[in-house]
């Protein structure tokens, strides 16, 4: 009787998730809400701009994208502001900028954007995981202006938070997974929302290529690999 061969390994490849930015798709809780309760404030801003503050994953660029929707707001990456292009960004009344401490900052082009945004009336969205005064700016002028901006934090989730976002991520990635999946990651698992976004996306990867289900042994299985010196 020949043996039966063995099943192949399917690849994974890197096909685009489905992260849905939309409104009803946000997540509030105790973290982001005094954050997520600043930006749907607007037009209502205290000033013509808001800082956006939180770790890598944490929802800013989804955050930002419901207020870009609202406004109307272009959005670009800070590394790609020039003072040439001011003009026509603050025509539109309305701008998101990403990542200001991502990496090399045109000072000059930014102070600039905030000072022609304001003589407009319009308003300005900047995100980025740290607090200006880590930056590295080396304008005064500029820092003082952003340590004044009114801003928000989001900081790390809570347990509900942790476990409703688990389940989001999973349904992004059409995963169905049961109750005892969502705790035995949110019970070894760091809390912080990159984390989340790394485990979901380390078991999709597995299951797909050993041809399981996401289940309580294959989590038990992917944290042993991460964390080994834990018990189960």
């Given at each position: ?24 798709d ?27 503050t ?42 998101v ?58 900081e ?11 389940v ?8 169905v ?17 990159a ?38």
């Open positions: 009787m020949s043996e039966i061969p063995p099943r192949p390994r399917q690849l994974a490849f890197d096909l685009p998730v489905d992260s849905r930015h939309g409104v009803e946000f997540l509030v809780g105790p973290s982001n809400e005094a954050a997520y309760g600043l930006v749907e404030r607007w037009p209502q801003w205290p000033d013509a701009w808001l800082r956006l939180g770790p890598e994953g944490a929802g800013k660029t989804h955050l930002a994208a419901i207020w870009a929707r609202a406004a109307h707001a272009w959005t670009i990456r800070a590394t790609e502001l020039t003072e040439a292009k001011v003009p026509h960004l603050v025509s539109g009344g309305a701008l900028v990403e990542d200001c401490d991502a990496g090399p900052l045109d000072e000059a082009a930014l102070f600039h954007l905030m000072n022609a945004m304001k003589a407009r009336g319009g308003h300005l969205l900047l995100t980025a995981r740290t607090e200006p005064d880590r930056w590295g700016l080396r304008v005064p002028d500029l820092l003082s202006r952003l340590r004044l901006a009114p801003g928000a934090t989001i790390p989730p809570d347990d509900g938070l942790l476990r409703a976002l688990l989001k991520l999973f349904i992004d990635r059409q995963l997974v049961d109750t005892a999946v969502i705790e035995a990651l949110a019970l070894r698992m760091e809390r912080s929302f984390a989340a976004r790394q485990v979901v996306d380390r078991l999709d990867r597995v299951a797909l290529e050993r041809g399981r289900r996401v289940t309580r042994p294959l989590v038990q299985e992917v944290l042993s690999e991460w964390f080994p010196d834990e018990p189960g």
